[in-house]
């Protein structure tokens, strides 16, 4: 990463790149530096990895993040300048400046995503370019401990949704609901099930989604209260690992009771759509390319996307950081890379049917792609 | 809020104030609309409040939100925008850009948080004012509903506490560490007692503070480890609810075993500075104010800051959907209105010693104070 940084720079005539944010937030300043603070910090990646901070993170920045300098915005005289101003934010862009002055910046690189306030102050003193960030086309590619982190949130993954299935599958359909010991099952009690498994595995979920019947026609939605019977019952994971900071998402869909032939057709499809849209992926491939083969899969099968109905979302994105980051499965001209670590998932909607969604994470290879998903696909349980 | 919103952009002769970015991160987004997603989304608050979204966030939007009109990209092609040119960024600002005229927008309001790449694009074609957010300004005065979900959160904070402090209470000093059942209580343990608690309760506590001995010297450490005897550990608790997303904070400093007349000397000190800093709490008073009091018993006591050891942050800051937003009570000249909600929360750190600090959560009245926190401060248990 040093090295890609250091060339980067050259290329783009840069002495350096500045981010302003929280690490919580702003996924690349985390990516940066491993400094994790819900507080706004400065990162500066120049020969070296600069952060400035308050004196209050000092201890903990320079004991925890990678960074190679840390220092803060004390030795910079911010709280006589606080005191003589009575503005922080004044203050603050001072100590920056100054901190920029010393380091010896004249020609400084923006990602599009920094504060336009804190932009147009610089703008008066430094070089500025505006660009895409580089640091998010760097994180699309993998290192083996990001892959092994994601791997590990996949498996924590792969045991709330087995939990999940487990009680669905034990569960008894009556009239229009699923009941466990004459209780109707909801999207509720799904959701806790799910979230407390991960919690136990030091995983946090938030807006799994367990929808069924009508109200998983819309892919976004949560789902809540009694689980239908005799419908499929969307259940999408996405959960973040609070330790290494790395996301998983999987998605199965499944349905207690019997399966109508029209619903089993859809499962089919979209079961056809996944092995195509996997087979699709290897470095070199792009996402776009991958994308319209599964419509055509789709459209082969009699599902054509129609007036917001079918399949209306793209193939897949990355997953890392970020839930949703490079490269995309969609319309986009992303080229996938060796290392890039992404979800293939179709689904098909129908308002008057329902949703039914199958989502894999998989790396990509040279030669395809290693799927790091292990998880059954059946409809009826 | 509509009223304010309305007055402020008259005053300021601006059409709307536009604000692109998740409701995760951006609080100002998520106050504004009610509409809570991780995908970035594109806000016009202007007479009306729009929100722009993917067309797979339109139900979502159109259902949860509080926003007057919810329109989605694909009525304004962003598809055939991605098509054309494969690039995502690029459509997305003609969409933007569509959008806004669409409305009759000319003079458009920015915050300086607004993300710089969009800024940049949009100056071409509106006149655009910089400016501090507004909304983080109104979200300092709390509704009574606001205040009620902080309430809520705060209960919760308490009962977790508690949970912590019993166990610490039943906990047997042996040499340097305490032990439950022959077992040395952990930094880990404390903290997974407290973080479950509050997850049953529907909070989220993330980087809860649990830090005894010479660690806790530094404000900010999360501790780790096994917990001493004889010597203060600082639990500092600040979780967010899950469903309201406001949060709550409060601090309390215990010690098992026996306490040193110094410990129990700067215990007196931060006690007395906590007193005098919710005494001159008051809609009216400045922050810097109620800061400089609490600095002054500190000295009285004989411990003036110095070389960063001592009271080394401020004394406290507005709580609600950031765990750290206005008004502050330290060095900026913020100046208290009713219905704020702030944390009082003096401190001592040492390094050879350790921290002592109590937080406690307060709603600014016309003539003082209601306290939220309900927890007894007592340092040995």
């Given at each position: 990463m040093d090295r890609k940084r250091r060339a980067f720079l050259t290329e783009q005539n840069l002495d350096g790149l500045l981010f302003v944010g929280d690490s919580i937030c702003d996924q690349d300043m985390y990516y940066l530096s491993r400094f994790l603070t819900t507080d706004r910090f400065t990162l500066l990646a120049a020969d070296k990895i600069h952060l400035l901070v308050s004196s209050m993170e000092q201890g903990r920045a320079s004991k925890e993040?990678?960074?190679?300098v840390v220092v803060n915005t004390t030795d910079f005289g911010i709280a006589e300048k606080l005191k003589a101003s009575g503005k922080p934010e004044e203050a603050y862009l001072e100590v920056l400046r100054e901190f920029l002055l010393e380091q010896g910046i004249k020609r400084l690189g923006l990602t599009n995503r920094f504060p336009a306030g804190i932009y147009s102050y610089l703008s008066r003193d430094f070089e500025i370019t505006l660009l895409d960030s580089p640091v998010s086309r760097w994180r699309a590619v993998k290192t083996k401990e990001e892959i092994e982190a994601i791997k590990a949130v996949q498996k924590a993954c792969e045991q709330a949704l087995s939990l999940a299935v487990e009680l669905i599958s034990r569960s008894r359909p009556k009239g229009d609901y699923i009941y466990i010991d004459d209780c109707p099952l909801t999207s509720e009690m799904l959701r806790a099930v799910i979230e407390v498994a991960l919690l136990e595995r030091g995983c946090d979920a938030v807006d799994t989604i367990v929808a069924g019947g009508?109200?998983?026609?819309?892919?976004?939605a949560r789902g809540t209260g009694p689980l239908p019977a005799n419908a499929p019952i969307v259940i999408d994971i996405f959960p973040r690992s609070r330790c290494s900071r790395y996301f998983a998402d999987m998605t199965r869909t499944v349905l207690k009771g019997e399966a109508s032939l029209e619903v089993e057709e859809m499962y089919d499809a979209v079961l056809d759509a996944q092995q195509t849209g996997l087979g699709a992926i290897r470095a070199g491939a792009s996402g776009r390319e991958v994308h319209s083969r599964v419509c055509q899969v789709f459209h082969d099968h009699g599902y054509p996307e129609r007036e917001g109905k079918?399949?209306?979302?793209?193939?897949g994105h990355g997953v890392g950081l970020?839930?949703?980051?490079?490269?995309?499965?969609?319309?986009?001209?992303d080229i996938l890379e060796e290392r890039n670590v992404v979800t293939v998932e179709p689904g098909l909607y129908y308002p008057e049917i329902g949703g039914i969604r199958l989502e894999d994470l998989a790396v990509v290879t040279a030669q395809g792609f290693e799927n790091l998903t292990n998880f059954e696909r059946r409809l009826v349980v």
């Open positions: 993040s990678f960074a190679d009508f109200a998983a026609a819309d892919p976004h079918g399949f209306i979302h793209s193939t970020n839930i949703h980051e490079r490269p995309s499965l969609g319309l986009a001209e």
